[in-house]
């Protein structure tokens, strides 16, 4: 199936660089082959996984854009993805179903579940993120306690609209990102009460390390869904438009990719995809720092294929 060429501000912006030097875009005008040979330019490698939201995938190699598998992925529930890509977690009510080779295997307690780079599954129970160890009966699971209820309360207070010395304050735990074995983001909701409940919405992203607050990075708006982190922990991100890097700081996008259904990263971490409504824009990360810190020189190819979530392997 030929993929057809770029249409857009995207594409009119591909493979541009800061001081004068310019490489091709991808226009509607150009031939199919032009797509590839902007990914190839580009250096983007791999394979991306591109899932409709229901059962179908496709499966897309870079940088010939050859379409090496079918329509037919069976319905695998979609959640968090342990490393190594045999179990998955989903969020169903108030428990974690859990998966492997397609077929549900048990269900835990929580909501909120994340695999650490590790391998080891969290959720968040009764206002902490817990991990589930063999109890010392050696009879049923019991929990470690990784990110204590009052450490997330403290990352609401610290919202700036957040008054001095409330007394009614939730911290709801949307997503957890780990960054690595000690290292978390965590996406908070806050609700306040009292006088104080038509405030809002407000959101956090708070960075834990062994359990303890370190930063957090406030919003004044639902910032979305999903919450991730990049392969070595480097950046985090949420769905639609938010990139931090591993210390917190913002890294912009610009306007016309600020409707994310979700990120994948490269394997090396020098390629961000996003997956929007109509297309999947590959971007190079070096460029998208540059673009944060002076405006211009963004490196992108944008593929006129529509998904709903993407991984790239």
Same mark, same amino acid.
């Given at each position: 199936?030929?993929?057809?060429a770029?249409?857009?501000?995207?594409a009119?912006d591909?493979?541009?660089?800061?001081?004068?030097?310019?490489?091709?875009?991808?226009?509607?005008?150009?031939?199919?082959?032009?797509l590839p040979?902007?990914?190839?330019?580009l250096?983007?490698?791999?394979?991306?996984? @591109?899932?409709?939201?229901v059962?179908?995938?496709? #499966?897309?190699v870079?940088?010939?854009?050859e379409?090496?598998?079918?329509?037919?992925?069976g319905?695998?529930?979609?959640?968090?993805?342990?490393?190594?890509?045999?179990?998955?977690?989903?969020?169903?009510?108030?428990?974690?179903?859990?998966?492997?080779?397609?077929?549900?295997? %048990?269900?835990?307690?929580?909501?909120?579940?994340?695999?650490?780079?590790?391998?080891?599954?969290?959720v968040?129970?009764?206002?902490?993120?817990?991990?589930? %160890?063999?109890?010392a009966n050696?009879r049923?699971?019991?929990?470690?306690? @990784?990110?204590p209820?009052a450490?997330?309360?403290?990352?609401a207070? @610290?919202?700036?609209?957040?008054?001095?010395?409330?007394a009614?304050?939730?911290? #709801?735990?949307?997503?957890v990102? !780990?960054?690595?074995?000690?290292r978390?983001?965590?996406a908070?909701?806050?609700r306040?009460?009292?006088?104080?409940?038509? @405030?809002?919405p407000?959101?956090?992203?708070?960075?834990f390390e062994?359990?303890? #607050?370190e930063?957090t990075?406030?919003?004044f708006?639902? /910032?979305g869904?999903?919450?991730?982190?990049?392969?070595?922990?480097?950046?985090? /991100?949420?769905?639609p438009?938010?990139?931090?890097?591993?210390?917190?700081?913002?890294?912009?996008l610009?306007?016309?990719l600020?409707d994310?259904?979700?990120f994948? !990263?490269?394997p090396?971490?020098?390629?961000l995809?996003?997956?929007?409504?109509y297309a999947v824009t590959?971007?190079?990360?070096?460029?998208l720092?540059?673009?944060d810190?002076?405006?211009?020189?963004? !490196?992108?190819?944008?593929?006129?294929?529509?998904?709903?979530?993407?991984? !790239?392997?």
């Amino acid at each position: 199936m030929a993929v057809a060429a770029v249409v857009g501000t995207a594409a009119a912006d591909a493979l541009r660089r800061d001081g004068g030097e310019t490489k091709p875009a991808t226009t509607a005008s150009e031939p199919d082959a032009a797509l590839p040979a902007a990914l190839q330019r580009l250096g983007a490698r791999g394979e991306l996984v @591109l899932h409709d939201g229901v059962c179908g995938v496709r #499966l897309l190699v870079m940088p010939s854009l050859e379409r090496t598998g079918e329509d037919e992925s069976g319905c695998v529930p979609s959640g968090a993805e342990s490393p190594d890509g045999s179990t998955v977690a989903r969020c169903l009510g108030e428990g974690v179903e859990l998966f492997s080779g397609g077929g549900f295997v %048990r269900a835990l307690p929580g909501c909120a579940p994340a695999f650490r780079p590790d391998g080891v599954l969290t959720v968040a129970l009764d206002g902490a993120i817990v991990r589930f %160890r063999l109890c010392a009966n050696r009879r049923g699971s019991c929990t470690r306690t @990784l990110i204590p209820p009052a450490e997330l309360e403290r990352a609401a207070m @610290l919202h700036p609209t957040v008054p001095d010395r409330i007394a009614q304050i939730r911290a #709801l735990v949307d997503g957890v990102a !780990w960054l690595s074995r000690r290292r978390a983001a965590v996406a908070i909701s806050i609700r306040l009460g009292g006088r104080f409940e038509p @405030l809002g919405p407000l959101s956090v992203i708070a960075f834990f390390e062994g359990g303890r #607050l370190e930063r957090t990075q406030p919003y004044f708006r639902a /910032t979305g869904g999903r919450l991730g982190a990049s392969p070595r922990g480097t950046y985090v /991100t949420r769905t639609p438009d938010v990139i931090l890097r591993g210390d917190g700081s913002e890294v912009s996008l610009p306007r016309h990719l600020g409707d994310a259904r979700d990120f994948a !990263w490269s394997p090396d971490e020098r390629f961000l995809a996003l997956a929007s409504r109509y297309a999947v824009t590959v971007v190079e990360v070096a460029s998208l720092e540059r673009y944060d810190r002076t405006g211009g020189g963004l !490196w992108s190819v944008t593929i006129p294929q529509p998904a709903a979530r993407l991984s !790239w392997r």
